[in-house]
Structures are given as C-alpha cells and as structure tokens.
C-alpha cells in the first residue's frame, strides 16, 4: 500500500519554498528515498500551497523522515511560512487505473 504525506502551508515566499523543494531533493538523492514529490498551488485561497509526497509505504516515510538533513530542511521551509503548517499522513486506498 503506498503512503501520502500532504503538506498545507500558506507563504508570501513560495519561490524561497521551491528552492527548498529542490534542496530536499538533492539531499534525498541516493539515500534510497523512493518518493514522488509535487508542490501545487491552492486556486481557492489566497497564497496557500500543498506539497504532495507520496511513499511505497509508511515505513518508508518514516525512513526519509528520520533523516537529520531533512529536519534541518522542515526548519528552514517553517522559518519562511506565514503561520504552521497543517500535516497530513494518508494510506492509499485505491491505485488510479491505467
């Protein structure tokens, strides 16, 4: 079963948030952290923002998360968010169809 972490965040700084998003990659790159990430844009209200992770699994999750480089990271993209963030953790039920 796979595992969705969505992060809900509002910023006036969503530029400093994408580099990070890039920095979070390359820091995950080679560690055997197997995800596929997205950042989308909330249309509804005004400059908040989701980033999608999805995960093999929710061990694997937990995995990439114990990881000191990623925290720093999770500190930094909190320092630039207007407010907390809102977390998410999600098992996939159903795979979409082909």
């Not at 407010?83 to 953790?89: N, S």
């Amino acid at each position: 079963m796979n595992f969705v972490a969505m992060i809900e965040f509002q910023t006036l700084c969503v530029d400093d948030l994408l580099r990070l998003d890039d920095m979070w990659r390359t820091v995950t790159d080679g560690l055997g952290a197997e995800c596929a990430m997205r950042v989308a844009k909330d249309l509804d209200r005004h400059d908040r923002y989701v980033w999608i992770v999805e995960f093999a699994s929710h061990d694997e999750a937990l995995r990439t998360g114990a990881l000191d480089r990623l925290q720093r990271l999770a500190d930094e993209s909190a320092l630039r968010a207007d407010g907390p963030a809102v977390f998410h953790h999600l098992d996939v039920l159903q795979q979409p169809v082909p």
